[in-house]
């Protein structure tokens, strides 16, 4: 059974920061390309970073142009675990927060067969 379990979300004020984490078991981690995606109230899904070489190591990484420069996608393949580091945040940051996981590299949250249950940040002082 394949789980995905984010944690790290909360309240934090502007210019702030957090680390959301996402353990995953079930799969092969090192086979996967692992995401984060994020969605506000009326708002679609959407790619906040993934990383871009699945293995051992993380070549390269994409950002979405709002976060670029501020997020930051790790992974630590001992424990299964990817992380997203926020720093700098926003109001308009304010969403719940998703990893994901998929076979294939994709900005499409449909390539993504997995996902983990969301953990909430809301940036507000």
């Known amino acids: 059974q394949v789980q995905l379990v984010e944690s790290g979300g909360g309240l934090v004020q502007p210019g702030g920061s957090l680390r959301l984490s996402c353990v995953v078991s079930?799969?092969?981690?090192?086979?996967?390309?692992m995401g984060w995606f994020r969605q506000a109230p009326g708002r679609e899904r959407e790619l906040v970073a993934r990383?871009?070489?699945?293995?051992?190591?993380?070549?390269?990484?994409y950002y979405g142009n709002s976060v670029k420069g501020r997020f930051t996608i790790t992974r630590d393949t001992g424990k299964n675990t990817v992380y997203l580091q926020m720093n700098s945040l926003k109001p308009e940051d304010t969403a719940v927060y998703y990893c994901?996981?998929?076979?294939?590299?994709?900005?499409?949250?449909?390539?993504?067969?997995?996902w983990g249950q969301g953990t909430q940040v809301t940036v507000s002082s």
């Open positions: 990383d871009a070489r699945i293995g051992f190591w993380i070549s390269s990484a």
């Open positions: 994901a996981a998929s076979s294939v590299e994709s900005d499409s949250f449909s390539d993504y067969a997995y």
């Open positions: 079930g799969l092969t981690f090192t086979r996967y390309y």
